[in-house]
């Protein structure tokens, strides 16, 4: 389904009663991120809001694709699997032999609908160019600040378009923008995006960069610029796909080699000078849960900014999950399901990142196994397969469907993948390229992976036979934290409930190498008799929260380096999800802080709460997390 505009979506949600009008005023400064936070962490009052008094001309639309329904809305299906059906029937026909002329001929009208989705440039100027503003001001936009140590105001939802100076291709990627002033932002590009790549082209040419931001139109505008597409493939052929309606653009009007969607609701014009210097930007909260630490980016020089008269300003909020990418990470998950599998790894039968993973650190994927190493293989080929690339932690399984078991039934899947794992043979270590915003590798952007290899044991794959688990009889908790004072809590609800061999363990270390020496205590117990797996989390950390421990333990496991074997048979594995310092670690990067809100903020919004119109007051998500800060910065000093 295609939306003529911003307005149009921001009408479907409210007729299905997934949006909330705000006409109180709310500070684009830390209170709108702040009520958002809130709203978009309680299920049953997760709502679309539209704050309509921003102390600007733009009242400002978040949350928009936060929930599994407005994401289906967005992308006009009424399941996210509607779009895995479509695009692997699509897949099918293209790839199907054709035996004579009349099959050949048959594909026709296939082809024309791919035709009919092709970007296309429109002569004139589009609705995005109904009013130029007279100079250029960015502060005229109600561009957030979301966290307390946030380095400024960000533009945190825009789709930024460049192109190869040499090929003309053009590329639409999703970078948060710090402003600076009315004219200038940052452009926080990593190294391995493509329009990273562009810019250095133009550096080698010595060429000024003309850029292009386009904020809201069609939310697949939105959705298109954050989806891990291979390079040269445009983002607005997949926004045409999916919307069923090729995009139509228009030209720049100061920087005309750049085309954008005509439709859009502000555009924002510009260039990046090669040859300048960069700039100190961040910190910003991050979609990890903590904050990604200020570095040196290229500044982006705004030329002109045109809207839509009727034109909202789009924006979303990251921080401690679930926040509103989760549900865009689904959609990319539903979405690149079929390709992956079709082209690149045709065993895969289903994929799933949990949201605690945060995208790219957990990763399920479920395998038709038809021989023995097949697990492995499948790690090898998606740990190469574009952004899978950043992945940190894989678990393969096989079989599920056929046992009743869904990819996202966490408890029976656990059960499953570690009764088929010996922990001495089926799990696996990496290094390689990782997210820049990992911040628990020792290298930026480069660090260990580990693939959990869940599948069922051929012959060829055992070394011997893998035995049903039962906790210990003689296992007590109590007795644990009475004889190791430095561990805080310990969560068996899994082992002992659900059967599944993992602790959760909170630690408080105090000197180099305690976690390793305290797994090896605990491994030589005679009650961790057929414990399989220990998670370690800092001592901040409740245990018994399952969800909090996945969170903090994937951001803070380097698993290559922070693993090791215990036990008599040296068949228990610790994974040390601890944060690292150079004291304790010699861990020689700053190690930031996680996300919350201030309390000045907090008192601020709970006083306004009963102007909002959002029903009875929700307590700051914020408060549960204040005693797991170190300090009061975004990054934690070595003495904390």
Not at 486 to 503: C, F, R, S, Y
Request: charged fraction near 25%.
């Amino acid at each position: 389904m295609a939306y003529r505009s911003l307005r149009a979506f921001i009408d479907a949600l409210e007729q299905a009663g997934e949006l909330i009008r705000i006409k109180t005023f709310v500070d684009p400064v830390l209170e709108i991120a702040e009520i958002t936070d809130r709203v978009s962490k309680t299920r049953d009052r997760n709502k679309a809001l539209l704050f309509e008094n921003t102390g600007t001309s733009f009242p400002l639309l978040i949350n928009s694709m936060g929930s599994e329904r407005r994401m289906c809305i967005a992308l006009g299906v009424k399941e996210l699997n509607d779009v895995t059906q479509d695009i692997e029937s699509l897949f099918k026909k293209l790839s199907a032999p054709k035996s004579g002329l009349l099959e050949k001929l048959a594909m026709l009208p296939e082809l024309g609908r791919f035709a009919s989705w092709m970007p296309k440039v429109v002569t004139g100027r589009g609705a995005c160019q109904e009013v130029v503003m007279e100079k250029p001001d960015l502060d005229k936009l109600p561009i957030l600040k979301c966290w307390p140590q946030d380095g400024g105001r960000f533009i945190t939802l825009p789709a930024i378009h460049t192109k190869d100076p040499g090929t003309g291709i053009r590329n639409i990627g999703m970078y948060r923008m710090q402003v600076f002033d009315g004219q200038m932002t940052g452009m926080h590009w990593h190294k391995h995006k493509v329009s990273a790549r562009h810019f250095n082209e133009y550096k080698k040419l010595g060429k000024r960069m003309p850029v292009a931001v386009a904020l809201g139109g069609d939310p697949i505008y939105t959705y298109a610029a954050t989806a891990p597409l291979p390079e040269n493939v445009d983002e607005y052929m997949l926004a045409g796909f999916l919307r069923k309606k090729k995009v139509e653009l228009v030209k720049c009007i100061t920087q005309p080699d750049i085309e954008v969607p005509s439709d859009a609701d502000i555009i924002i014009e510009g260039y990046v000078d090669v040859d300048e210097e960069l700039v100190w930007e961040g910190p910003f909260g991050d979609h990890t849960g903590y904050y990604s630490l200020p570095d040196w980016y290229p500044r982006f020089h705004v030329t002109a900014i045109t809207h839509r008269k009727d034109a909202v300003y789009p924006a979303t909020i990251v921080g401690i999950p679930p926040q509103e990418d989760a549900w865009l990470g689904k959609a990319t998950e539903r979405i690149f399901l079929t390709p992956i599998k079709m082209t690149m790894v045709p065993e895969i039968t289903d994929m799933n990142m949990p949201v605690e993973g945060v995208f790219h650190n957990l990763v399920i994927t479920t395998i038709n196994k038809e021989y023995a190493g097949q697990g492995q293989k499948v790690m090898n080929a998606m740990w190469g397969a574009g952004q899978m690339m950043f992945n940190k932690i894989l678990v393969l399984a096989d079989g599920v469907a056929a046992s009743g078991i869904k990819i996202d039934d966490y408890g029976n899947l656990a059960s499953y993948v570690f009764n088929n794992v010996n922990p001495a043979t089926d799990i696996y270590f990496s290094q390689g390229p990782m997210d820049v915003l990992d911040h628990s590798c020792s290298k930026l952007g480069f660090g260990g992976k580990m693939c959990i290899d869940g599948t069922h044991k051929q012959e060829e794959e055992m070394t011997e036979p893998l035995l049903p688990f039962k906790l210990h009889t003689g296992f007590s908790s109590a007795i644990i934290l009475s004889a190791f004072p430095e561990i805080t809590g310990i969560n068996h609800k899994l082992a002992a409930e659900w059967d599944i061999p993992v602790l959760f363990v909170a630690v408080r270390k105090d000197r180099p190498g305690h976690v390793g020496e305290l797994h090896e205590q605990l491994s030589s117990l005679p009650e961790m008799a057929g414990i399989k797996m220990i998670l370690y989390v800092e001592h901040t950390v409740k245990a018994d929260d399952i969800a909090d421990v996945l969170w903090r333990f994937c951001n803070n496991l380097d698993p290559k380096r922070d693993h090791f074997y215990g036990g008599p048979k040296k068949n228990i594995i610790g994974l040390d999800g601890t944060r690292k310092s150079k004291k304790l670690d010699n861990f020689d990067r700053p190690w930031p802080n996680i996300i919350v809100a201030d309390d000045k903020t907090i008192g601020v919004v709970d006083k306004k709460w009963l102007q909002l119109g959002l029903g009875e007051l929700i307590i700051s998500p914020s408060l549960r997390y204040k005693t797991q800060l170190y300090g009061g910065g975004a990054s934690v000093l070595d003495s904390e």
